[in-house]
């Protein structure tokens, strides 16, 4: 029994020690040129306790480049809609989750192991800024291309396009996809936002599994 718990606490401590190390090492480790142009592009990181989006200023660009939302049904026309916003996470959380009351253990074991992924797509009105949960980047044109490519390759592709999850979502805003990749505790939704930002030119820490890490890496380098 002492053995498991000196194993547990070295594990524990393994885990805090790559945390603060992922947090505080940049990636990449030299800042990068950035592409020629002004900061026009405004892009929204936002966050809750345990996850990160990434919300993007909707315009024509933007509904003709995700147009199979709308033919999802998602209201990308509504008068009040100001931003398309974008999440990667696991399947069985996300879906069984709509509400923290609604937690349950299975999802939250296949978070810690191993689950299939899926990406969460809402709209939103108006966002605060400045929020303490919302930090706000201007972009140039090239990276805010990038930023959506990789987007876009984030979404499962089938026959017909990427794969919606039929009678998925929380509210008449939001829809759920197929996405590419596994979900783990290791490489999450987290860490797949702080791999867009990256695309998009800014910096993060190494590696931000929790929102908090990735807040404070994003304080420190940008």
Known sequence: MRRLLRYLLMLVAALLLAAALGTLVPRPLWPAAMAKGEGTRRILVLKNPIHTDIAVPLDDGIRRRFAFLA?????????????IVFGWGGRAFYL?????????????????????SVMHVDVADAIKEPHPDVA?????????????????????QGTGGPVAIEKAGYSTYDRFYEANGRFNALVGCNTWTAAGLRVAGIRTGWWNPLPVSLWWSMGLYD
């Open 71 to 83: 033919d999802a049904g998602l209201p990308m026309d509504a008068s009040d809609a100001r931003y």
């Open 96 to 116: 069984e989750t709509p509400i923290w009351s609604q937690l349950k253990a299975a999802p939250v074991l296949k978070a810690l192991t191993l689950d299939a």
């Open 136 to 156: 706000g980047f201007d972009i140039d044109d090239a990276h805010f291309a990038a930023l959506l490519d990789y987007i876009a390759a984030s979404f499962r």
